[in-house]
């Protein structure tokens, strides 16, 4: 094996080490493992909303509302033509 070949499988070992041992390699992790937690947590929410039981909020009554905030009344039978 040459020189050169030697040299080029040390590179690679060194290249294929996770970096662990220095502040950058750590700290590369962290924020990867708070990216991951972050992305578990809106998930977490997402599903709750999805799968979660049904609340009454004031977006359901829309529909419902009038001006000054009151439900809505019946509408009044409109008298039958003739």
């Known amino acids: 094996m040459s020189a050169s070949e030697i040299a080029d499988n040390k590179w690679e070992l060194e290249a294929s080490k ?8 750590i700290l590369q992790i962290v ?25 009454e909020t004031l977006a ?5 509302l009038t001006v000054d905030g009151k439900k809505k009344e019946a509408a009044p039978a409109a008298p039958a033509a003739e």
């Open 60 to 64: 359901d009554q829309y529909g419902n």
């Open 18 to 25: 996770p970096p662990v041992s220095d502040v950058g390699g």
């Open 31 to 55: 924020v990867v493992g708070a990216f991951t937690l972050m992305f578990a947590w809106m998930m977490l929410f997402t599903f709750q909303g999805i799968f979660g039981g049904k609340r």
